[in-house]
């Protein structure tokens, strides 16, 4: 079996699930070939386990000061060559496409009649889970954004639905050092995070984000340019995890019990709805700007226990490699009869 597996380039997590089924499909002797698009060539980081992978333009969507910038997105994308990508990419040579929410392959897979399955977050939203922020245009493009033969989805609870569990790949956890707090926002300004942070001086902030700050830091502010290794170090030993509402980072934090604040991309759907499925959970606490005094309150509060979340990869590297992929209800029942629910998430079947 020869498969191209597409990823969406433009977050982290969607490259991170790729890291899991990387591994976990070498171990079933399967042989696959990644493209990557959404993000230029040169600022991809840490990709040796993905061999000589592809890049294309794709699609993708421009942020400035936490907030989806509609206008330079849609003039972004004209700019793009997407069609003629599309155009170009040959797919005889493969039996299989596995798409994370990457438009080029998965429209060529359509074009060029190659079966496909989604392996996405994204996925999972085409069911009725909690969600906020909705509008027609968010399903439209959801469901024609990548469009595929097969959609499984994963999410941090099944809802009653066929949805796989998160997939998750985290260091061991090093400890609970409550003073210490992990900070991932890279669509604020990187001075905003900065000020935001500098009153509570009790605290030991490590910080990553793709730009340094014009002004001085305080001494309680640990600046970092993103560094795979480092970030997943301070995420097994900090007290507590701030971010965007990003599906992987919230995984990792759930998995190893790190209390979660999030500040949802504002604009963007996927995010909103992971907010809307935390509160729910009563799995984080929310804001929807830098609020100082939602801060105060969510570093005092207690840290939840860990979620012991299977291993994804390898289950659902081996029911691919069996073919029978029309029926995945019963690997879903499978994997998530391996999971403990917390108990006080408030359940929704």
Known sequence: MKILYGVQGTGNGHISRARVMSKALKQQNIDVDFLFSGRAPQHYFDMQC??????????????????????KTVMSNMKTSILSEIKQLDLSGYDLVLNDFEPVSAWAAKQQNVPSIAISHQAALQYPVPKQGNSWFNEYLLKHFAPVDIALGCHWHHFGF???????EVSPNGGDHSHQILVYLPFEDADSVAEF????????????????????????????????????????????VMGNAGFELASEAMTLGKKLLVKPLQGQYEQSANVAALQLLAAADSMQTLDPVVLKRWLKSPSPKPIAYPQIGDALAEWIKMGDWQ????????????????????KRQ
């Not at 942020?63 to 989806?68: A, L, N, P």
């Not at 066929?162 to 998750?168: A, E, G, N, R």
Request: aromatic residues 16%.
């Open 50 to 71: 993905f061999g000589d992978y592809q890049t294309r333009n794709g699609m993708t969507f421009v942020t400035e000061s936490g907030r989806v910038n509609t206008a």
């Open 162 to 168: 066929p949805i796989l569990p998160p997939f998750v």
């Open 197 to 240: 942070l500098a009153p509570f001086d009790q605290y030991h902030f490590f910080v990553y984000h793709s730009t340094q700050p014009l002004k001085p830091l305080s001494d309680h502010i640990h600046w970092h340019g993103f560094d795979r290794d480092g970030f997943k170090q301070h995420m097994a030993q900090c007290g507590g």
């Open 327 to 346: 029926q995945p209800q019963e690997l879903c029942q499978q994997l998530w009869s391996q999971v403990e629910i917390p108990e006080n998430w408030r």
